[in-house]
């Protein structure tokens, strides 16, 4: 049995086009980990006025002291609140620590299209500078 073109035709475009796509789908970035910076407070207090300053403590912790101009989203509550950033400005994020929920909120800023994104080395605990 003797396949005509129309037939062969019929199988090899359908798969060769499902191969390509799922290359692309394989070998597209999955995140902008190099639009995550991780800074020393000194630096971050330095340029922290040339971007969006955000504290993604609870709102308890916030209260207590935070960083003059600061804004608070919780952790929870920054994918849900993404409409009062501003993509075209930078975003430093600060949380008790730099462990854990800070970088996958980066993480989920960078995705969103928010970068660049800096986060606080050691986290707003060792921040030397005056606290308000």
Not at 7 to 21: A, E, F, T, Y
């Amino acid at each position: 049995m003797i396949l005509a073109v129309g037939d062969i035709l019929n199988w090899v475009l359908p798969i060769s086009m499902g191969l390509l796509i799922g290359y692309f789908l394989a070998t597209r970035k999955k995140g902008n980990k190099d639009q995550i910076v991780i800074m020393e407070a000194e630096e971050f207090r330095a340029n922290m006025r040339k971007g969006q300053l955000i504290d993604i403590r609870s709102e308890e912790e916030y209260n207590q002291s935070k960083i003059n101009g600061s804004r608070n989203f919780p952790k929870k509550e920054v994918t849900r609140n993404l409409f009062k950033l501003r993509a075209d400005q930078a975003v430093f994020l600060y949380a008790r620590t730099d462990r854990g929920t800070i970088r996958a909120v980066a993480n989920k800023l960078t995705k969103k299209g928010y970068h660049p994104v800096y986060i606080l080395k050691h986290g707003f605990e060792s921040w030397p500078f005056l606290k308000k």
